[in-house]
């Protein structure tokens, strides 16, 4: 049995998960594309996050805040420039595919290739008998769920979340009855990419900052993601919990191997059950 | 009588086989190493980008096709440093493993295909490098396999030697080119080519007249399987050297953006032509010793090259249009392309 930390390291690295294959998965249910960039939202928002801290002395609740809103913007700002006047799912993927290589070269390019630290933010320990916690970690988790459950909130309970729903479900049907998916994928977007760089701040003064931290984060989510199933959002955050504790857990026990078995384990899962734990049947 | 020549068809083709033809005469005019060695370089992509096309062209977008240079580059650099092979058997073996890998993992994978397609051959790359870094008794973790050039050849009283200089190794990588480009081509003109473009077209279609979808699928990233590893294991040797990090994701998402750019509407000439001017660039972006923008202009190049030459036609087709259009000045018309 690993100790308490490795358990609490696995519920950390969930969090992340769980909130950036939510947004993929919102993203991909409305416009039909998985966004491969987004792993590179979550690095541009822990340097939002790390030069609001450092340069402008912004507190860190609201720097995240701003964080969303700003990477929200150059969301729907993508997706109007360039996602929409390409034509063919396949070249949506390449385009996204390759603002990857755009936003890590811009990155390196602006703020350098080394590693930034920011100082804890929330510093001090939270002690249960033989560990303890730090807030910071403890911030990350209340940010998820807070999150979570607006979520939950939005999707289920308002107006908008109602017709998000509707257009995942029957696009056209759903522009029958008044909805605009046009305008509505420009929402899910903006959400999306918000969720991305919100996690990507809120982990900044937990790891070091530099232009290729998006990378793992994306993959795991990916794999999430295809754990789930494709377009479930509880498979969504199902998928994320799995995949986080066991890829802590695994490591503690097989090191660097961790991630060779989790790969397996997914292209298990794909064997046996190909459209994921909650996913419907494939189309 | 005289027989009718389409010279609109002719002369093209003229000039592509004059260019053709001064190229394989560069050794004649400079054997400058850094100049070969940039052709060898850019032959090697140009295989890996074709072994991508292919696969594209059946519908699916492999997200790794740089592991299966990895696989080539380890398996012949295993069996020469190692073992003690001559290069020639561990070169086709590299091509064999690889090959074998290839269809172990489509047969798997295939089978569903599409974005989960993408997202296995992703992890498939980091699998390769996790276990080219870990299994340090065989691979020599990070600090890499040292390989070296292949033995002397001796034809008669004539002989072939690589280590004096490039000129062979240009030569050899050539051939490789070439003959993957003929069988491409080939195949790309053949039933198993039009094929691979129905079941991309329309899957449903193409199930209901009897085709089975994965044999087709597994036949064309098998193939792409086996170029990719005879092409990774000319790069293991012509770098001298193979490491867990020079084949990793990365690479792969170039080899992609090198076909875009070339263009996929043939399987030969877009890939050819993405992997020589995308490499050359990048070279020379690369002497320019800013960090980062190597990728920032290879992005850019992607967005607008489908943004302005839209579905996938990329610059071969420009080539076309260039004849069409400022030579012959012909009225405009629609190319019909596969979709995706």
Not at chain 1, 72 to 79: E, Q
Not at chain 1, 85 to 106: K, M
Not at chain 1, 118 to 134: K, T, Y
Not at chain 2, 223 to 245: C, E, K, Q
């Amino acid at each position: 049995m690993p100790p308490a930390g490795i358990w609490i390291d696995g519920l950390i690295q969930s969090c992340t998960y769980m909130t950036m294959a939510f947004g993929m998965v919102l993203v991909f249910s409305i416009l039909g594309i998985l966004n491969w960039t987004h792993g590179q939202f979550y690095m541009l928002g822990a340097f939002v996050v790390y030069y609001a801290i450092t340069a402008a002395g912004i507190p860190f609740f609201i720097s995240i805040g701003i964080t969303g809103l700003i990477i929200a913007g150059l969301g729907i700002l993508i997706k109007k420039i360039i996602i929409d006047q390409v034509q063919g799912d396949l070249y949506i993927s390449v385009v996204t595919i390759s603002l990857i290589f755009f936003f890590e070269g811009a990155a390196s390019m602006i703020f350098g290739m080394q590693d930034k630290g920011l100082a804890m933010v929330l510093p001090g320990v939270i002690n249960l008998g033989s560990f303890s916690v730090s807030y910071q970690k403890i911030a990350v988790v209340i940010f998820t769920l807070v999150v979570m459950i607006g979520m939950y909130i939005v999707l289920n309970y308002t107006k908008v979340g109602l017709a998000i729903r509707a257009a995942a479900q029957q696009p056209d049907a759903a522009s029958l009855y008044g909805v605009s998916v046009e305008r509505l994928s420009f929402i899910v977007m903006g959400i999306g990419c918000a969720l991305a760089a919100m996690a990507g701040g809120i982990m900044a003064p937990l790891y070091t900052v530099n232009p290729f931290i998006g990378g793992i984060p994306m993959i795991m989510s990916l794999l999430a993601i295809v754990i789930g199933g494709i377009g479930s959002l509880t498979g969504a955050i199902v998928g994320g919990l799995i995949l986080g504790f066991l890829n802590s857990v695994v490591a503690y026990h097989l090191s660097y191997f961790s991630e060779v078995v989790l790969f397996v384990l997914v292209i298990i899962i794909l064997l046996v059950r190909p459209q994921g734990l909650f996913g419907a049947s494939l189309k | 009588m005289m027989p009718f020549i389409d010279y609109k068809n002719v002369i093209p083709k003229t000039v592509i086989g004059l260019l053709v033809f001064l190229i394989v005469l560069i050794p004649v005019f400079t054997t400058n190493v850094a100049t070969l060695s940039m052709l060898i370089l850019s032959g090697i992509w140009a295989i890996a980008v074709m072994g991508f096309t292919l696969v594209l062209r059946t519908g699916q977008f492999s997200l790794g096709q740089a592991a299966f240079m990895a696989i080539g580059g380890y398996t012949s650099a295993i069996f020469t440093v190692k073992l003690g092979w001559p290069f020639w058997p561990s070169f086709f073996l590299a091509g064999v493993v690889s090959g074998i890998v290839a269809l172990l993992v489509g047969m798997v994978v295939l089978r569903v295909g599409g974005i989960y397609f993408s997202i296995i051959t992703l992890a498939l790359s980091e699998i390769v490098r996790i276990i080219a870094q870990q299994w340090e008794s065989v691979t020599r973790g990070t600090r890499g396999l040292i390989t070296s050039m292949p033995d002397p050849i001796s034809l008669g009283g004539f002989e072939i030697n690589f280590f004096a200089s490039t000129v062979p190794y240009f030569y050899l990588t050539l051939c490789l080119v070439a003959l993957t480009a003929l069988i491409f081509w080939r195949i790309g003109e053949s039933r198993l080519g039009r094929s691979f473009a129905g079941i991309a077209l329309n899957p449903v279609l193409a199930e209901h007249q009897g085709m089975y979808l994965m044999k087709y699928r597994v036949i064309a990233f098998t193939v792409a399987g086996v170029f990719t590893g005879l092409a990774g294991s000319l790069y293991a040797h012509s770098l001298t050297v193979i490491t867990p990090y020079m084949l990793g994701l990365w690479q792969s998402i170039q080899i992609m953006i090198m076909s875009i750019v070339g263009g996929i509407s043939s399987l030969a000439g877009g890939p050819i032509i993405g992997a020589i001017l995308l490499y050359t660039f990048g070279t020379y972006l690369i002497r320019l010793e800013i960090y980062g923008i190597q990728q920032l202009l290879f992005g850019a190049v992607v967005v607008l090259v489908l943004l302005f030459l839209p579905k996938g036609t990329g610059l071969v087709d420009l080539w076309e249009r260039f004849w069409r259009k400022v030579v012959w000045r012909e009225e405009e018309y629609e190319p019909d392309t596969p979709d995706d």
